[in-house]
């Protein structure tokens, strides 16, 4: 009798225990996972980003949970990513999704859209606006999902070796910009032309092409543009604000200790605002740095912006004619800018504006 | 022999273990915390976002770290948080540290400053511009630390029973504002008046007041205004990105095992991200209601934004003058600040503003 008591109140203390903090009852496992970047080390904001996402889930999990970095093409060639985390050769991918626009071109939308939402509007509508929803619901096909994990904010429109006076000069123009852009530049008469990153700087050299456009100011001053095309345009109205995203195959997300999916959650927020914060901090000094070199700093005409954003919305109405994924993001990305500008209108960009224009009449005094 | 080698065997196993996951060596406590918030549940963003913290560091501990959350007056009263927090009484607070600002100008920093940063760029200045060294290098002396735990973005201006047509219109104009806006605004005359949130309505009615701050569209809109003060102005240049604070008693985060330090930190900048996207996808909405419901939009005069301007930078220099503390952190953000406005002129705001006139261009169409 007195054992069976004791085995009954054991029990029920156990069973107490389960309901108060169930997944206490095991202990959480050791696990490695490989995570392979689209992104080369030489882009650090962008991979020190993964790497401090790596080093923060090691740290939350006391250890346990170590996830090992590899820059584009160690393990996985740079825009393969996504496929080898679909095919369960890496637990976890750190990519953009609009790389594989050529599977499936609504796949942008995770990443950014031409003539798109600002950085904290593709975050909002991400995190709070239903856009993950919708975007996880495309992952799902690849047996992926996914988590923010930084954003360059709006990109700069590139580098020019003649000045862009007019739509007439972008007739012919050899460009390297790819993906959606290109098709939209294509449009205009614009000549798109894939090349890697390495090789821009001699292909400019040379006039093999007249312009290039990269990221922004602190990933840009590595390749030494200016030496070589020296306008350097913004905005880039292609990337507005472009995020990264962390790729993880579902079958190892669903495997996964509810702490582990959350501390994998957390660091990925935390990630996606220290990569921003970077950016943040590095563009405008290297901006300055690049102006003393003698860059020469352009706005893109007027006219060369409409005629942009016209064609940009030509494509984007024949791609949702075409593909109705494309055309059900698009519908609620859209819906979203327009609220997200109207709003800006009203605060943000007007208290934007003025402090721009009372720094430049300070300036000039 | 044998049993000699077996010792030494397994210590050296033991010791290579200790040298791969150090903290694995003792499990993790369990540990409840309490934190009192200077924010009421109705303002369900900012609450909201201490409750999603608290759950995600439950989950990331697997339930061994409980974080018990407390609205403004339950544990404490909403502006004696950093009190709290500095003599023990709870572990925790959020709160805002501008609202302490008596005990030391120099608090207003780690929330905003009136013609300040942007949201994003606030958190660029505190997440890697240095920011958050000067504004902890601060808080050491109350015995405290902090985590951002989100932002409201840029402010309404708030509701006027009249219009404000020109500087003369605020002599003698009396408005619940508070802090430093207040004192700023009584250079230009206006007789600033404390008066709870639940007080504003009434007060309005009355006409015992003749305006009042507060939020945004999505908080303002639950206390009506709009029926006693239907003027509803913009950008409210006082609060221009305004940060929530996590402050943690220094004493208790000392004592944290690193995992729990790792934790509340990737919470924290998690919380930090969703705040600001809830309120993005919040303020445009209840905007479009409350414009339904009469309310009448309009934005400061330039006469009256440069003579606010030009009031709080008359502030900022009396202040830094007193307070070498002040100086210190005005003089790093306001560099800051000058070249994140330079950059934003390039890129961000360039396409912002072409954004928001294509909109409008559309809607006239």
């Not at 020190?48 to 006391?62: H, N, P, S, W, Y």
């Not at 800018?337 to 943000?348: K, L």
Request: proline share 5%; aromatic share 10%.
């Amino acid at each position: 009798m007195q054992r069976r008591k004791f085995i009954q109140a054991a029990t029920g203390a156990a069973a107490a225990a389960v309901l108060t903090a169930p997944a206490q009852a095991a202990a959480l496992p050791n696990l490695t996972w490989r995570v392979a970047s689209s992104f080369p080390k030489s882009l650090d904001t962008l991979y020190g980003g993964l790497e401090q996402f790596a080093k923060r889930v090691a740290e939350i999990t006391d250890g346990k949970f170590i996830i090992r970095t590899f820059p584009a093409g160690e393990l996985v060639p740079a825009f393969q990513v996504l496929d080898a985390v679909q095919n369960g050769t890496i637990e976890m991918g750190h990519s953009a999704t609009y790389l594989y626009f050529g599977k499936d071109t609504a796949l942008t939308f995770e990443t950014c859209a031409p003539f798109g939402l600002n950085s904290r509007q593709q975050t909002a509508w991400y995190d709070a606006g239903g856009g993950s929803e919708l975007c996880k619901e495309l992952l799902k096909d690849y047996g992926v999902t996914s988590l923010p994990a930084g954003n360059t904010g709006c990109q700069m429109g590139g580098w020019f070796r003649k000045e862009i006076k007019s739509v007439e000069d972008l007739v012919g123009l050899k460009m390297r910009v790819g993906g959606f852009a290109g098709r939209i530049m294509q449009k205009l008469g614009v000549v798109p032309q894939q090349i890697p990153a390495g090789d821009i700087y001699p292909s400019l050299e040379k006039g093999t092409i007249d312009a290039a456009e990269f990221v922004g100011p602190y990933d840009d001053e590595k390749l030494g543009f200016e030496r070589v095309a020296p306008y350097y345009y913004s905005p880039g109205w292609w990337e507005t604000g472009s995020q990264v995203s962390l790729l993880i195959g579902l079958k190892h997300w669903d495997s996964l200790p509810n702490a582990y999916r959350a501390a994998l959650t957390a660091a990925a927020y935390e990630t996606h605002v220290s990569v921003q914060s970077k950016y943040d901090v590095r563009n405008p000094q290297a901006l300055a740095r690049l102006l003393k070199r003698g860059t020469k700093l352009r706005a893109f005409p007027q006219s060369v912006m409409d005629a942009c954003a016209k064609a940009t919305a030509e494509i984007m109405q024949e791609e949702s004619a075409k593909n109705p994924q494309f055309k059900k993001l698009f519908t609620h990305y859209q819906r979203f800018q327009n609220e997200q500008n109207q709003w800006y209108s009203v605060a943000e960009a007007r208290m934007q504006n003025f402090q721009i224009n009372a720094l430049k009449t300070a300036s000039r005094k």
